[in-house]
C-alpha cells in the first residue's frame, strides 16, 4: 500500500474502513496459503533480510521514531508512555537480535508425530501446521511489530499488525523493511500488513472478521483486552492480569523461601510473573514471617497483611504495615506493594490461589515431594512451580525460544506461547486404498 | 435437584431461569475442582458404577423414554427424529459398553511430559490438566447424554449436559444413573448436572457464563449452531458441514480409486465424513470417470457434473448426469448425491478443496510419493489422507477410544476429538531454589 491509500483509508468514514480492512482480509488469507507452504529457508532468509534491511535503514527508522516521540510528547504523554514509544539504540539491536534468533529456531510446521498404525491398516498420526491468519492488536511499542512479524512468519503464519495510532510512523517504516525482506526472499507482501489507517474503526472490523482473520493476539494493558473481550468473534489467544503468589509451606527450607520470595517480588516490580500475593503457612508463620517481614520493608515494599500476619510482625517489631482490604487479595499491583497472608495449610492455600488468583503463575517453597506434587496437581494455573522463583515463567526462560505472549486461556495454549503456539495439529492418515468396513 | 425445583425452573421467567442457570454453574465450578483432581480409580469406578445402574433400572428408563417417543409422535415429528430419540435395546447396550470401554481408557489427567533441564538448573514441562468446566448442548439423542458425560468425568472435568426438550424425561432418567454412579463412587453429584429446564434462555444463558463454563461443545444440526455462534462468549469445539473430497490423481491406481471412491460415498450417506465432491485429475479423467461412473450411476448415487466430467461420461454412454451448479461446490448433501469436477492438476485440485470445502476431510489417491505430501501439507482440513477412504475419520478409527465430536476448529483440536481433547497443558517448573537472575 502506497502513501496515498494510507491516506484515503485514513480519511475515510466507517463504511469505506470496513471495506479496506475486508481487502486486508483477503489479501492475508491468499498470503497465508503461500506462506503455510513456504520452506524453512525461505522463512529464514526473510527473517535475516528484515535484520539486514533495518540494520542498513536505521538512520530513516529512527527519523520516523523521533516524529512519533515529538508528537506524543506534544501531546502530554508520560515519561513512561514516551519509553515504551521510543526505538533506542538497545531496542534496535534486540529487535534485530530477535529476527536472527527466530530464524535459528526449528521449524514447527509439517512435523509429523505420534504415526501410528491402526487394525485396519491405515497409519494415523499428527502434522503440526499453521493457524492461517493471525491478528496482533498492540498499543505503544513499535518493537511488537518485528517481534510478532518474525514469530508469525516462522510459524506460517500470514499477519495483520495493528499497533497504536501514536507509533503509526515508526511502524510504517518497519513495515517497510519488513516488505523487503519478504520480497527478498520471493515471499508474497501480504503475509505481514501493517493496518495502515489509526481509526479505530479498523480494529472493531479486525476482531469480527472470522472469515478471514483465525486468531487475534492482543497485546497490551488491561482496558485494551477488555474492550476486545466485550466484541471480539474472532478467537483470542489473551494475556489477562498476572495476580501471581508464593506460597511458603511448613516444610520449606527457610534460605529458599527468602530467596524465591525476595526474586519473585523484587526482581522486577512491573512484570506479569511478579508475585503480588505472599502466603504462608500457619506452622511456619512465626518464623517466616519475621524475616520475610524484614526483607520486603528493607527493600521498600509496602506491606498489605491479614490479621493473623500483622501480629506476627507486630510481635517481631514490624510495626510498618497496613491492613489488607479484601480487594488487595485480586489486585495486580505492579508496584513495591505486597498482600501477605497467613494460611491453615496446604488446602487453604490452593484454595486461596484457585479462588483470588488470575490462573497465571504460582510457585509453592517445600521439601515435602507429596506437597510438591499436589500443587503442581491442585493449583489450576498456566505456570505451576516448586521452589522456583515466578519470575521463570517466560518463553525464553522455559526454552520456546520466544514468546509472542502469555496465555490465561485454557483452550489452546496455556502460558508462554511460542512458535508451537501459534500452530495446530492436523491428522494425517497414511493408506494403502483401506476402506471402511 | 428433585422434581420441585424442575417444575419450579420450567416455569419460572428469564430472570428465574437466569439465577437458575447462576447456580448450576457456581455448583459445576465447584465440582470441577474435585473432580481435576478425584483419583482414577475413583473416576472408573463411577463410570462403571453407572453402567450398571443403567442395567439395573432399564425398565424404568426404557418407560421415561417411551413417554418422550410418545409424546414427539403426537406432535408431529418425523421418523428420523423418532429414530434418533428412542433408546432402543443395541442403543442401551451400546452406551452400556462404552461407559466401559471409557473406564478402560488410559487417564490422561496429570500426565507430564517433555521435562527438560534449563541452563538455569530449573527443570521445565507440561502437564495435562482438565478444562475445567463443559457444557454439552444436543438435540434429540439421549445416548449423547451418557457418551458425553462419561468423557468429560474421565477427562477430569465437571459437565452442564442440556439436551433437547423432546427427550427430558429419558434425560431425567439417565441423569439418576449418572448421580448414582458418581455417589458410590464418592464423587459429588454436580460433576454432572443435566439442565432440568427445558426454557431455551437455559442455553441463551449457558453459552455466555465465562465464569463458571470453560468451553461448549455443541451436538446437533446447523441450525443450532449457527445459533450459538452467533451467541456465544464461551469458547466452542464446534463441529460443521463435512463437505469431503476425494481428488483421484494422475498417478492414482485405479483399483485403489474405485474402492475408496465408492466407501467414501456409498458406505453412508447421511455422516460428516462421507465424500460430497470427487475431484478427477485431467490426465486420468478419460479412463477414470467413465468407471467412477458407472460405479455410482449403478448405486442409484445422482451425479451433478462440471462440463469436463460431462463431455466424458456422455461419451462413455452414461447421459443420466446433471449440470453442477456453484453452490454444488459447497453443499454438504448427505444423500446419494455426488458432484464431479475434473481438475488440470494437483495444484488445481488443492486450490478447490481450500476454497470450497470445509476443511473436515480430504483424501488423496496417487501412488506418487511427493504429490502425495503435498497434498498432506497443503489441503488445510483437519483429517487429510492417502490412499485411505475419508470415512475413517472418526475417534475410533483413529484410535482415539472415543470422541465428543469432530472439530472443524483451527485453535485447540481438530478433527475427531477424544480425552486429550478436553484437557490441556500447563507448565511445570521443579526447581531447587533457583532464582532470576
Redesign the interface.
Given at each position: 500500500m502506497g502513501a496515498n491509500d494510507q491516506v484515503t483509508a485514513q480519511a475515510s468514514a466507517v463504511g469505506d474502513i470496513d471495506e479496506y480492512m475486508e481487502r486486508v482480509g483477503q489479501r492475508a488469507r491468499a498470503a497465508s496459503?503461500a506462506i503455510?507452504?513456504a520452506s524453512t529457508a525461505a522463512k529464514n532468509a526473510a527473517l535475516k533480510a528484515i535484520a539486514d534491511a533495518i540494520e542498513r535503514d536505521v538512520d530513516a527508522l529512527r527519523a520516523a521514531n523521533a516524529r512519533d516521540v515529538e508528537r506524543a510528547k506534544r501531546n502530554g504523554q508520560d515519561p513512561a508512555f514516551i519509553d515504551r514509544l521510543t526505538l533506542s539504540d538497545k531496542a534496535l539491536k534486540t529487535m534485530i537480535e530477535g529476527l536472527n534468533q527466530v530464524a535459528a529456531l526449528p521449524d514447527p510446521v509439517?512435523e509429523i508425530g505420534n504415526l501410528?498404525f491402526?487394525p485396519?491398516g491405515?497409519q494415523?498420526g499428527q502434522?503440526r501446521?499453521p493457524?492461517?491468519v493471525i491478528g496482533i492488536i498492540y498499543e505503544s511499542r513499535p518493537n511488537v511489530t518485528i517481534d510478532a512479524a518474525a514469530l508469525c512468519l516462522k510459524s506460517g503464519n500470514a499477519t495483520i499488525l495493528r499497533g497504536g495510532s501514536e507509533a503509526i510512523e515508526s511502524n510504517t517504516a518497519l513495515a517497510r523493511a519488513i516488505g523487503e525482506g519478504l520480497a527478498s526472499a520471493g515471499l508474497p507482501a501480504d503475509v505481514v500488513q501493517v493496518v495502515e489507517t489509526t481509526d479505530r474503526a479498523a480494529v472493531g472490523k479486525l476482531i469480527t472478521m472470522t472469515d478471514y482473520v483465525?486468531?487475534i493476539v492482543p497485546r497490551g494493558g488491561k482496558s485494551l483486552i477488555a474492550r476486545l473481550i466485550a466484541d471480539a468473534r474472532v478467537?483470542m489467544i489473551k494475556h489477562l492480569d498476572g495476580i501471581c503468589h508464593v506460597y511458603v509451606d511448613d516444610c520449606a527450607?527457610m534460605?529458599?523461601a527468602l530467596?524465591?520470595a525476595?526474586?519473585?517480588k523484587t526482581?522486577r516490580y512491573g512484570t506479569c510473573n511478579t508475585m503480588e500475593t505472599l502466603l504462608v503457612a500457619e506452622g511456619i508463620a512465626p518464623r517466616a514471617l519475621p524475616m520475610l517481614g524484614k526483607l520486603f520493608h528493607d527493600k521498600g515494599v509496602e506491606l498489605r497483611v491479614d490479621a493473623a500476619s500483622k501480629a506476627i510482625l507486630h510481635a517481631s517489631g514490624l510495626d510498618d504495615v497496613k491492613d489488607a482490604q479484601p480487594e488487595d487479595w485480586s489486585t495486580e499491583y505492579l508496584a513495591p506493594i505486597l498482600a501477605v497472608k497467613v494460611v491453615a495449610s496446604l488446602d487453604a492455600a490452593i484454595d486461596h490461589i484457585?479462588e483470588y488468583g488470575s490462573a497465571h503463575t504460582d510457585?509453592i517453597v517445600t521439601e515435602d515431594h507429596d506437597r510438591a506434587m499436589?500443587f503442581?496437581?491442585?493449583v489450576?494455573?498456566?505456570?505451576?512451580?516448586?521452589?522456583?522463583?515466578t519470575?521463570?515463567?517466560d518463553g525464553f526462560?522455559?526454552?520456546l525460544g520466544a514468546e509472542i505472549g502469555i496465555s490465561n486461556?485454557?483452550?489452546?495454549a496455556?502460558?508462554?506461547v511460542g512458535l508451537e503456539g501459534l500452530t495446530?495439529?492436523?491428522?494425517?492418515?497414511?493408506?494403502?486404498?483401506?476402506?471402511?468396513q
Amino acid at each position: 500500500m502506497g502513501a496515498n491509500d494510507q491516506v484515503t483509508a485514513q480519511a475515510s468514514a466507517v463504511g469505506d474502513i470496513d471495506e479496506y480492512m475486508e481487502r486486508v482480509g483477503q489479501r492475508a488469507r491468499a498470503a497465508s496459503r503461500a506462506i503455510a507452504k513456504a520452506s524453512t529457508a525461505a522463512k529464514n532468509a526473510a527473517l535475516k533480510a528484515i535484520a539486514d534491511a533495518i540494520e542498513r535503514d536505521v538512520d530513516a527508522l529512527r527519523a520516523a521514531n523521533a516524529r512519533d516521540v515529538e508528537r506524543a510528547k506534544r501531546n502530554g504523554q508520560d515519561p513512561a508512555f514516551i519509553d515504551r514509544l521510543t526505538l533506542s539504540d538497545k531496542a534496535l539491536k534486540t529487535m534485530i537480535e530477535g529476527l536472527n534468533q527466530v530464524a535459528a529456531l526449528p521449524d514447527p510446521v509439517g512435523e509429523i508425530g505420534n504415526l501410528k498404525f491402526r487394525p485396519t491398516g491405515i497409519q494415523v498420526g499428527q502434522m503440526r501446521v499453521p493457524l492461517g491468519v493471525i491478528g496482533i492488536i498492540y498499543e505503544s511499542r513499535p518493537n511488537v511489530t518485528i517481534d510478532a512479524a518474525a514469530l508469525c512468519l516462522k510459524s506460517g503464519n500470514a499477519t495483520i499488525l495493528r499497533g497504536g495510532s501514536e507509533a503509526i510512523e515508526s511502524n510504517t517504516a518497519l513495515a517497510r523493511a519488513i516488505g523487503e525482506g519478504l520480497a527478498s526472499a520471493g515471499l508474497p507482501a501480504d503475509v505481514v500488513q501493517v493496518v495502515e489507517t489509526t481509526d479505530r474503526a479498523a480494529v472493531g472490523k479486525l476482531i469480527t472478521m472470522t472469515d478471514y482473520v483465525d486468531v487475534i493476539v492482543p497485546r497490551g494493558g488491561k482496558s485494551l483486552i477488555a474492550r476486545l473481550i466485550a466484541d471480539a468473534r474472532v478467537p483470542m489467544i489473551k494475556h489477562l492480569d498476572g495476580i501471581c503468589h508464593v506460597y511458603v509451606d511448613d516444610c520449606a527450607d527457610m534460605d529458599k523461601a527468602l530467596r524465591i520470595a525476595e526474586n519473585a517480588k523484587t526482581h522486577r516490580y512491573g512484570t506479569c510473573n511478579t508475585m503480588e500475593t505472599l502466603l504462608v503457612a500457619e506452622g511456619i508463620a512465626p518464623r517466616a514471617l519475621p524475616m520475610l517481614g524484614k526483607l520486603f520493608h528493607d527493600k521498600g515494599v509496602e506491606l498489605r497483611v491479614d490479621a493473623a500476619s500483622k501480629a506476627i510482625l507486630h510481635a517481631s517489631g514490624l510495626d510498618d504495615v497496613k491492613d489488607a482490604q479484601p480487594e488487595d487479595w485480586s489486585t495486580e499491583y505492579l508496584a513495591p506493594i505486597l498482600a501477605v497472608k497467613v494460611v491453615a495449610s496446604l488446602d487453604a492455600a490452593i484454595d486461596h490461589i484457585n479462588e483470588y488468583g488470575s490462573a497465571h503463575t504460582d510457585a509453592i517453597v517445600t521439601e515435602d515431594h507429596d506437597r510438591a506434587m499436589r500443587f503442581l496437581r491442585e493449583v489450576d494455573s498456566a505456570s505451576v512451580m516448586v521452589n522456583a522463583s515466578t519470575r521463570f515463567a517466560d518463553g525464553f526462560e522455559f526454552g520456546l525460544g520466544a514468546e509472542i505472549g502469555i496465555s490465561n486461556d485454557k483452550l489452546h495454549a496455556r502460558g508462554p506461547v511460542g512458535l508451537e503456539g501459534l500452530t495446530s495439529l492436523k491428522y494425517v492418515v497414511l493408506g494403502h486404498g483401506e476402506v471402511r468396513q
